[in-house]
């Protein structure tokens, strides 16, 4: 004889008023109680009143039934996969950050920092020379890294700092001197503003013999470490910063020249080429055809407001290993590069 609950199913085929036959309630009640109310087995047993062998098999029905469906979130699965679709589609180094929907854009651009500060402790070792393009990413970064001992390394600044209203000056100081310490290294700073005022004010200052060394040194550079900037309808994405150098006339010649990005205040277009920005005979930024001696080019980028310039930054060659938040990396492959999302992220 079977006891009352363990009645064959044929037994018990009497539906309740939601359409369900009474063992079918049985299953959902069960799997209510022990996946969403936490209760425990024995808990559901007495609840049922009936025995813990009896809510197993309840449970297993629920499951079998699709009253209940488990899944298994793998936090690396995903991103292992746009890791694989970012190295074939432009030859680079991916290095993507897991995080889901949920997680706000300041913690997207954190995570970043944090996993590209760890892969320049990997990758910065004794003598080496370390290029840095001051930006709030890169900044991010610095504050985020540990120290590694290291000797006889060298540590350089690519892009100019500020001019007559010192905007930047302070700001690239503190990130250069974190990064020095990270790294055991004196910081080599590049005293210019962002921009000239004429295409021959810069190249007189660039044969300056303080200016050419740094040059130098960040062209035999080791590792280069930045982030892209964006341009659209020819104004950059920090205007606070570039309203302080540049004036309308020179906005409409980024436009005029179709340029998309920056690095490092080296402006390029949707081909990741910077001759044909005039702008760039003003700029204190390096030669990006000069950097692609630099064995590691690793760009951090947050933020799908990025994938223009980064798409035009990856045809042009401009960089070796990508770290990039899951999210942002899956925009980048899936809309091909579109035209740079209306809403404002947290950080450039």
């Known amino acids: ?84 679709r970012l190295a074939s589609t432009y030859g680079v ?60 390394c060298r540590v350089v600044q690519v892009n100019g700092m500020g001019n007559g209203t010192a905007v930047g000056v302070h700001y690239a100081y503190a990130m250069m001197d974190r990064y020095g310490h990270a790294f055991g290294a004196n910081a080599l700073q590049r005293p210019l503003p962002l921009f000239f005022d004429t295409p021959g004010l810069a190249r007189a200052l660039e044969r300056d013999r303080l200016i050419l060394q740094s040059t130098q040194l960040i062209q035999n550079a080791d590792v280069f470490v930045f982030n892209v900037g964006t ?3 020819g104004l950059p994405s920090a205007p606070h910063l570039y309203g302080n150098f540049l004036e309308d006339a020179d906005f409409r010649l980024l436009q005029e020249d179709g340029a998309v990005g920056d690095i490092a205040a080296t402006f390029f277009d949707a081909d990741g080429e910077t001759a044909p920005v005039r702008l760039n005979a003003r700029t204190s930024g390096p030669d ?22 980064l798409h035009a930054a990856l045809v042009g060659g401009h960089i070796t290993d990508l770290v990039i938040d899951e999210q942002t990396a899956d925009a980048l492959l899936d809309t091909g590069a579109g035209p740079p999302a209306a809403a404002t992220e947290c950080c450039d």
């Open 1 to 84: 004889m079977h006891s009352p609950e363990e009645q064959p199913a044929t037994e018990h085929r009497a539906e309740g008023r939601d359409g369900l036959s009474e063992q079918e309630g049985r299953a959902v009640r069960a799997a209510v109680a022990y996946y969403i109310e936490k209760k425990t087995m024995d808990a559901v047993a007495r609840e049922l009143q009936t025995s813990r062998a009896t809510v197993s098999r309840l449970l297993a029905r629920a499951r079998e039934d699709g009253i209940v469906e488990i899944k298994v979130f793998q936090p690396g699965a995903r991103a292992s996969q746009l890791s694989a």
């Open 93 to 152: 180094t991916p290095h993507v950050v897991p995080v889901t929907e949920e997680v706000s854009a300041q913690e997207k651009h954190a995570r970043t920092a944090e996993a590209a500060a760890r892969l320049l402790r990997d990758v910065v070792t004794s003598d080496a020379v370390l290029a840095v393009a001051w930006g709030t990413m890169v900044n991010a970064i610095s504050s985020r890294l540990r120290p590694k001992a290291v000797t006889n």
């Open 231 to 233: 341009v659209s309808d």
């Open 288 to 309: 990006l055809e000069a950097l692609r001696s630099i064995p590691r080019r690793i760009c951090a980028v947050s933020g799908i407001h990025k994938i223009t310039a």
